[in-house]
């Protein structure tokens, strides 16, 4: 799979840089907490769009920083266009190299790329981003291995 600038993308995806451009600097709490029972997702802060260095950086309440890398944003993108307005599951709680989610086909792009730190969860963020910008929507599915229910996600339309 081949990925490119954000200054490439179309349609919907080319709201999502200008979107998070709007956010850095602003604290986010993430709108998976309506999907998560008792374990409450942490907040966290767009620090810099990194153009150059084509990728987004936040920092959680904790202080720890995540790069969360433009490639990543482009598969999470492609995964959900080629759902068709179904749902797929984030995966982010997932053990990746287990089960089809957003996180194990990042995970498994990681692998193909030789890119350090393949396991670093970042699906959950990026999906968080994407809601926020209103280019998807968070809901549920089940697990049809566990039957548990699992944080999906779906495109908008």
């Not at 008792?38 to 904790?62: A, C, H, N």
């Not at 984030?90 to 089960?99: A, L, M, N, Q, Y």
Request: net charge positive; with cysteine; charged share 30%.
């Amino acid at each position: 799979m081949e990925f490119y600038s954000w200054r490439m993308m179309t349609d919907s995806q080319a709201r999502l840089p200008e979107c998070i451009s709007r956010m850095v600097g602003q604290h986010i709490e993430s709108p998976r907490k309506e999907f998560s029972g008792k374990w409450m997702p942490q907040g966290f802060l767009i620090e810099k769009l990194d153009e150059e260095g084509q990728k987004v950086v936040i920092r959680f309440d904790s202080k720890t920083r995540l790069e969360l890398h433009f490639w990543r944003f482009n598969l999470v993108y492609n995964i959900l266009h080629e759902a068709n307005g179904n749902y797929v599951a984030v995966g982010s709680r997932i053990d990746p190299e287990k089960t089809e989610t957003i996180e194990s086909r990042l995970y498994e792009e990681a692998k193909k790329m030789n890119y350090p730190s393949a396991r670093l969860r970042t699906a959950a963020f990026i999906c968080d981003l994407m809601v926020l910008c209103k280019i998807a929507q968070y809901g549920v599915i089940r697990n049809p291995e566990t039957g548990r229910t699992v944080q999906a996600i779906r495109m908008l339309k």
